[in-house]
């Protein structure tokens, strides 16, 4: 639950267009700037020219760097591992992983979203209840943010901007690596998150508002309050360190390395800004100045 809670965040933290999304990177011996912005795959490309110094920050980086550079996410072979990763075992479709009284109430919140698309959650048998997850996760961004599209998202969206400028692109992760974080987790622990979510699902809802809020008024401290909020205790601690530290501390030795090299447009999860062991923070710690763009 508190991984599946965690992931949601990501997902609804770089939905709001008037955030301070964007930051300089400076200092430290660089000779040009570099930028982060903070984003997320379920982000409507239209944010991009609602951003405060876009332009800026394209025109003047020398390489865009993704989570995952893009060209790894659109090919065919990407896509069949992606789908392929989403389906269970047959031992474990969710029939099985679930009692009937639990099931009914996936169900339940699986028709609230998907029941007027004339989709049934038994065809979906098959799936990982993580890729349950992702699908109910794009449809309350659908309800809540009009300009949602899954075909023009913003982090492939600024990749590819910036390519047509002649930038290439670089990613932080492989493929591999973000299905195994979104996918390969226990079926066990997956079927748990989404039933617990199920459960909250207008909590979640709510969540998505006030997280927005915080963003449209750019509270980047409220937004990492909400986040240990929904991820108080020990275990949630746990699932922080793993889904967000763990990584940001992963990333920046490599950003570190290349910004000298070239001027880099960052584009990671926004989630993965904000705290003391967010990406810019620890870029304050290596000496780096770190300011939001205006």
Known sequence: MKRFLLISILCLLALASQAQLLWKVSG??????????GTHHMAPASMIDEIS???????GCDIVVGEVEKDSLMGQEAQMRMAQSMIAPPDSTLDKLYTPDEYAIVEQVFNKYFGTMGVKLSQMNSMKPSAISAQLQAMQAVRNFPNFDPTNLIDIAVQQR?????????????????IDLLFNTPLADQAKGLLESCKQDENFLQMSVALVEAYMSQDLEKIYTVMLEATDGEEGKEEMKALLDERNHAWVPKLVEMMPERACLVCVGAGHL???QGVLQLLRDR????????
């Open 287 to 294: 000496g780096f100045t770190v300011e939001p763009m205006q």
């Open 162 to 178: 910036a390519n047509d400028a002649g930038k290439p692109s670089a990613g932080l992760e492989t493929l591999q690596e973000q």
């Open 53 to 59: 110094g876009m332009d800026i920050a394209i025109e």
């Open 274 to 276: 904000t705290g003391p």
């Open 28 to 37: 430290n011996g660089l000779s040009r700037p570099s930028y982060i912005l």
